[in-house]
């Protein structure tokens, strides 16, 4: 098992800056993914950030030029830091761990983007 613990969530006005940070522990997987989802109150969940163990990123387009996903694989941790911030992403973001077929989720943390 993958255990996930997120953290840096919070209030924040639109155009500002938040970070996320994401720490695995557990039975951890050389080959592996490591990113975020969020969803919003009332839709569905969905991708918003990922980073491989060779450091591939992939982001939603809703994020590209905003977000920046990093990581330590040393730490198995994943940060993800989100500048100009608008309401639209206010939700709860999870943090999300996977190896092949296989999909680990933290708890989530709050973020509220403010107009």
């Known amino acids: 098992q993958v255990q996930l613990v997120e953290s840096g969530g919070g209030l924040v006005q639109a155009g500002g800056s938040l970070r996320l940070s994401c720490a695995a522990s557990?039975?951890?997987?050389?080959?592996?993914?490591m990113g975020w989802y969020r969803q919003a109150p009332g839709k569905q969940r969905d991708f918003v950030a990922s980073?491989?163990?060779?450091?591939?990123?992939n982001y939603a387009s809703s994020v590209k030029g905003r977000f920046t996903i990093s990581r330590d694989n040393a730490k198995n941790t994943v940060d993800m830091q989100m500048n100009s911030l608008k309401p639209d992403d206010t939700g709860v973001y999870y943090c999300?761990?996977?190896?092949?077929?296989?999909?680990?989720w933290g708890k989530g943390t709050l973020v509220t983007v403010s107009s």
């Open positions: 999300n761990y996977r190896h092949y077929d296989m999909n680990y």
């Open positions: 980073m491989s163990n060779t450091m591939s990123t």
């Open positions: 557990g039975e951890t997987f050389q080959i592996n993914s």
